[in-house]
């Protein structure tokens, strides 16, 4: 048996799909009922429902499970202590390799987010069960929360659309989970980074100028404005005339969807106040530095194929929508 933690998000569901293909014997951990028929759906042989912050419901996952994977939620700030859950279940359950999902560059001291799943790779490495980290760069799939919005022409991120950023599809980052939890003979205690390419936000509007056939343009959107929508008033009037100029008829109706799409991304508004800070804070750190890709050589090797481009990225994601290339 194979266990998934965060199986409600986009990685986990999509690492759950990936051993259901292979025919392996996977458990889902999820937080609530909805996310249980979610990951039944996506081939979970059980479904645990619990809270990732007791180690009684860790414990209880864990039983009968040969190998792990833990992706922990955004939403939460603090990972060190469920991490140490994790690993007292793990030995009294007999989990034989764990494998974690972590974050590029983890040693750079300005985000927490990142310098905490630091703090856990080492928790892992000192628990004496075998283990591998997958530090994926910056996901493709980020920006579909802005999809409506997209369609009417405009990329908008709250970071500058100058900043270049490493990026991986995570599709990518959930084969190469599999790849690792089906077959994990060579993978102990290694730390793989997972990055395909690097690019600015002008660049990657420009791919979907050329897959949607009409202009994309990029806009910032303050940091400030993920939890105060206020702050990004200036920034939706930019919004507006780029989609009108772009998409004209349609963009009204884009707009307003756009809107009700991306006003609460990712639930952001429902998390605790310690982790929207966190949240803002990464996103302030990648409007002026960006993120570099780390070493992009490994995934190729990894997924014994190339890694995805941002465009093969933006072909399928758009094909997936119903939208009919240019």
């Known amino acids: 048996m194979i266990l998934v933690t965060g199986s ?3 990685v986990g569901r999509a690492v759950l799909r990936e051993l259901h293909g292979r025919g392996e014997k996977v458990r889902a951990f999820v937080k609530d009922e909805k996310q249980a028929a979610g990951a039944r759906a996506d081939g979970a042989n059980d479904v645990v429902i619990g809270d990732i912050r007791s180690a009684a419901d860790v414990l209880t996952a864990t039983t009968d499970v040969r190998r792990l994977f833990h992706i922990h939620p955004t ?5 060190v202590s469920i991490a140490e859950h994790i690993v007292a279940a793990c030995r009294a359950n007999g989990v034989e390799h764990v494998v974690y999902h972590s974050v590029i560059h ?41 999809w ?53 936000r002008h660049e990657m509007a ?26 990004g008033a200036g920034a939706l009037a930019t919004v507006v005339v780029k989609s009108l100029l772009s998409t004209r008829i349609q963009a009204p109706r884009q707009v307003i969807r756009g ?11 429902n998390w605790p106040q310690d982790s929207r800070d966190c949240y803002e804070g990464m996103m302030n ?9 780390g070493d992009m050589t490994v995934l190729p090797k ?18 997936r929508r119903g939208v009919r290339r240019a």
């Open 285 to 293: 750190y990648y409007d002026k530095n960006g993120l570099p890709a």
């Open 106 to 146: 983890p040693e750079i001291e300005k985000m927490f987010h990142h310098q905490e799943k630091g703090r856990v790779e080492e928790v892992f490495r000192r628990s004496g069960i075998a283990s591998t980290n997958l530090r994926a760069s910056h996901f493709m799939q980020n920006y579909l929360d802005f």
């Open 8 to 10: 409600g998000g986009g």
């Open 148 to 200: 409506e919005f997209v369609q009417g022409g405009v990329l908008p991120y709250p970071t500058s659309p100058n900043s270049v950023m490493g990026v991986v599809d995570a599709e990518d980052v959930s084969e190469v989970a599999a790849n690792i939890l089906t077959v994990p003979e060579g993978h102990e205690g290694q730390t793989y980074d997972l990055s395909s390419h690097e690019l600015d």
């Open 75 to 79: 939403s939460l700030v603090h990972e």
């Open 259 to 269: 809107l009700a799409q991306s006003s609460n991304a990712r639930g952001i508004r």
């Open 206 to 231: 420009r791919i979907w100028s050329d897959v949607l056939g009409h202009r994309v343009s990029a806009v910032r959107l303050p940091p400030a404005s993920l939890q105060n929508p206020l702050r």
């Open 302 to 319: 990894l997924l014994s194929r190339p890694a995805t481009t941002y465009r093969e990225f933006a072909v399928r994601e758009a094909e």
